[in-house]
């Protein structure tokens, strides 16, 4: 269960957990038109703090964009009323949910006229995929659902209604007594998890699906900057399932998900079924980077 805090922030006044309400004609409840963000915000000596931003603002600025959604805040607007649920919760440490979505007014799908919303929901979160799956690894499904076809949806936003085929591939996969589910593309190659973006080692080469067909994750970039940095070599190319399967070392990044490796895969474990070394030094840098451990990173941190 969620645990709750005491406000949020809901169209630029902050209201209580218990009251933040919407009408049941709320538009986007009913066709899904609507994009959200995950944040984290971290404990650091120097108070909280919250990673990567600006990025994520953009991004959810990018995804309205693209739905064609006007917030009626600008992003300096939205920054700040982030960084304030933050405080006025009182947070250490959380998981932070910006939500902007097509308000009551007109129904049917043209929703002219329609106000803009939007929401900040601040809660506590631990490891997305267990404690026991950041440090050992979790093991996956690939899915018999397949990813969204790029003229379907649009997968450079992250559109509220998208999840819906990413919670089927969730369900399918904890049904089979997974952990996760691993997704490919229309064309069969892997593309992502319901929620994270995938790597995976061979020969200490780290490789990542190309962003076609996969959300653009801030963790996947961040990623990448920090192989760049440790002379890991990076290919973001297509492979498919098998090749994951015979890959040295896999694992998971998104914000919920953090760095959370994968040991197995359709039963299959990966290299010798524990996370590898180029995993966990990359896993070790990230916890480092987020706790405002590593100053050359510095400037992926927003102080609360
Ligand atoms: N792919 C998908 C489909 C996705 O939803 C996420 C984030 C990512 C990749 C990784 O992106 P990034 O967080 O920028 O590194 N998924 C969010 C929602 C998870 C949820 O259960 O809710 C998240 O991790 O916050």
């Not at 919250?50 to 959810?60: P, Q």
């Not at 979160?125 to 799956?133: D, I």
Request: charge should be positive.
């Amino acid at each position: 269960m969620l645990s709750e805090t005491k406000k949020i922030w809901m169209d630029g006044t902050f209201v209580d957990w218990a009251d933040a309400n919407i009408h049941i004609l709320t538009h986007t409840l009913h066709y899904g038109t609507g994009a959200f963000e995950g944040i984290r915000c971290y404990k650091t000596k120097k108070g909280p703090a919250i990673f990567r931003l600006r990025e994520h603002v953009d991004r959810l600025f990018d995804s309205c964009h693209i739905l064609k959604m006007k917030p009626p805040f600008s992003a300096k607007e939205m920054e700040k009323a982030i960084i304030e649920t933050v405080r006025v919760n009182s947070m250490e440490e959380c998981y932070i949910r910006p939500l902007v979505y097509i308000g009551y007014g007109a129904m049917g799908l043209f929703p002219k006229g329609n106000p803009i919303k939007v929401a900040i929901a601040v809660w506590p979160w631990g490891a997305y995929l267990g404690e026991e799956g950041i440090r050992n690894g979790i093991r996956v499904k690939v899915s018999s659902f397949t990813r969204l076809h790029i003229n379907v949806t649009m997968t450079k936003s992250k559109t509220c209604g998208d999840y819906v085929n990413s919670t089927l591939a969730k369900s399918e996969a904890v049904a089979c007594g997974y952990d996760e589910a691993l997704i490919l593309d229309t064309s069969g190659f892997v593309s992502e998890g319901t929620g994270q973006n995938v790597f995976i080692v061979r020969d200490g080469m780290l490789i990542t699906p190309p962003l076609p067909a996969v959300l653009e994750g801030i963790t996947r970039r961040s990623i990448i900057e920090m192989a760049a940095k440790e002379k890991i070599r990076v290919s973001e190319r297509n492979f498919t399932r098998d090749e994951v399967y015979i890959a040295d070392e896999a694992f998971f990044t998104g914000t919920a998900a953090e760095v959370t490796p994968i040991r197995e895969v359709d039963n299959r474990a990966v290299g010798d079924g524990k996370p590898g070394p180029v995993t966990r030094k990359l896993q070790n840098l990230f916890f480092r980077i987020v706790k405002g451990e590593a100053a050359a990173y510095k400037s992926w941190l927003a102080h609360v």
